[in-house]
């Protein structure tokens, strides 16, 4: 007998899960950080996760969008384009506004939907695979590789959080210099294997994290050093710092903003420049891909809309002879499952993508995911082949709820000004 695929119940949980004091161009991360988990039941008891931002204005459309899903079937992926331009987005969260948690930008509708839709696509597809009994990555066409390979995510932060603030500690110490930036990546690689590094930089005046990126190619020669400032930088300081330490790195990430900066600054080095910032949304890659303003686009299933929608990126790319590879920021062991899932399937995928969850002390999965060699294997079980663990989701649930909305929306800049009251997100470009 065919299975029932139609959905009969969708639960939106948001959660509150810890986050370490990474430090960014805007400011630093909250002791806690806003995610929402998908849970898409089918007629026959089956249950899909997904996972993406959790921020209100998510949240606010992601409570309409499940209303529209029952009685609709999980095989119906396409349809939930559809069903989302029916979702209204209120003026206020995209008149003007910097998207802060995913630095990708101007905020707009359809950003904001897509960010949605990529939670809910990725629970049809992983209830789909289980009531098929076919892993994600078959329902995609099927892996190319059995592993996926990742780079550290070397963040310059603090110890602990601010003194008197709510957090959960961890044992990474501060990494505020070049010394304690290697040794950072040196516990990722003792810990997880890794051997492509990414700075997060755009946090400290451009000569020390020049000073760091040598420090690295120094203590790893040979492994690939990526710099991303986020932006923070002029042409003029992108192409300075190009000249000084681009040999050392495989792309240098969003030196300056915008695509008329970033084709500036590509018409003027040879250094590949890759994005999370410029390139989007499908409408952004016309003009970039014409400028020849980038070299790689790190794809996103959050931002894209999905899996299916990060392998039509991809095979736009190919068509214009753009790299690939996958940017990240703060989310757990369903969203890397997720990625770990569509990146099997890239063929041309040639560098170890963006993973914030090494950072990640939390979790909803009953397992978390294991890095070997810097690698997560690629699970051939039913879906996504992970299993939520209800008593957590709970636990983080009721943390988001005791919450007095202080932390439920990510705000860097106002996590910063704990610290350092008189903190405003610095204008670009900041140097
Ligand atoms: O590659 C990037 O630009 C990011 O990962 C953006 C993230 O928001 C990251 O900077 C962060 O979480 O601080
Ligand atoms: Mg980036």
Redesign the pocket.
């Known amino acids: 007998m065919s299975p029932d695929l139609t959905i009969t119940d969708v639960r939106l949980t948001p959660i509150l899960v810890a986050d370490p004091p990474?430090l960014?161009t805007q400011g630093v991360?909250q002791p806690y950080t806003p995610r929402l988990i998908v849970e898409i039941r089918t007629a026959d008891g089956i249950t899909g996760v997904g996972e993406t931002y959790g921020d209100t204005k998510y949240l606010e459309l992601a409570r309409p969008f499940a209303a529209r899903l029952t009685g609709r079937r999980v095989s119906d992926l396409n349809a939930l384009f559809t069903i989302a331009d029916e979702v209204s987005v209120d003026d206020s969260r995209t008149s003007s506004q910097v998207d802060v948690?995913?630095?990708r930008g101007v905020q707009t509708a359809d950003k904001l939907r897509l960010s949605v839709v990529s939670a809910f696509e990725v629970a049809c597809l992983d209830a789909l695979g289980k009531a098929l009994g076919l892993p994600v990555h078959a329902l995609l066409g099927g892996k190319v590789r059995d592993a996926v390979e990742y780079s550290a995510?070397l963040?310059y932060r603090w110890a602990d959080h601010p003194e008197g603030v709510r957090a959960e500690k961890d044992d990474w110490g501060a990494a505020l210099d070049p010394a304690s930036v290697v040794e950072q990546a040196r516990r990722f690689k003792e810990r997880h294997g890794f051997t492509s590094f990414k700075l997060?930089g755009g946090v400290f005046p451009p000569d020390e994290e020049i000073a760091a990126v040598r420090a690295l190619a120094e203590a790893f020669p040979g492994h690939p050093l990526r710099l991303?400032p986020?932006g923070a930088w002029s042409v003029d300081t992108s192409l300075r710092v190009a000249q000084e330490i681009g040999g050392l790195l495989e792309y240098l990430?969003?030196p300056a903003l915008g695509t008329p900066a970033m084709a500036e600054v590509a018409a003027r080095t040879d250094v590949p420049l890759a994005t999370?910032?410029c390139v989007t949304t499908f409408a952004e890659i016309k003009e970039a891909f014409a400028r020849d303003a980038v070299q790689v686009v790190?794809s996103d299933h959050h931002y894209w809309g999905g899996l299916r929608n990060t392998r039509e990126l991809a095979a736009v790319c190919r068509t214009f002879g753009v790299g690939v590879s996958m940017?990240?920021?703060?989310h757990l062991g369903i969203s890397l499952a997720a990625m770990t899932h569509v990146a099997s399937t890239v063929p041309d995928l040639h560098h170890a993508c963006?993973s914030?969850y090494p950072w990640q002390s939390e979790d909803v999965l009953t397992e978390r995911l294991v890095f070997r060699d810097g690698k997560v294997a690629v699970s051939d079980a039913p879906g996504l082949g992970v299993e939520l663990d209800r008593d957590r989701l709970d636990f983080l649930h009721r943390r988001w709820q005791d919450d007095d909305g202080a932390l439920r929306e990510r705000d860097?800049a106002a996590a910063m000004r704990v610290a350092e009251p008189g903190w405003v997100t610095p204008s670009v470009p900041r140097w």
């Open positions: 990474l960014n991360h948690g995913g630095l995510y963040f997060k991303d986020n990430e969003d999370n910032m790190l940017h990240s920021n703060t963006d914030h860097d």
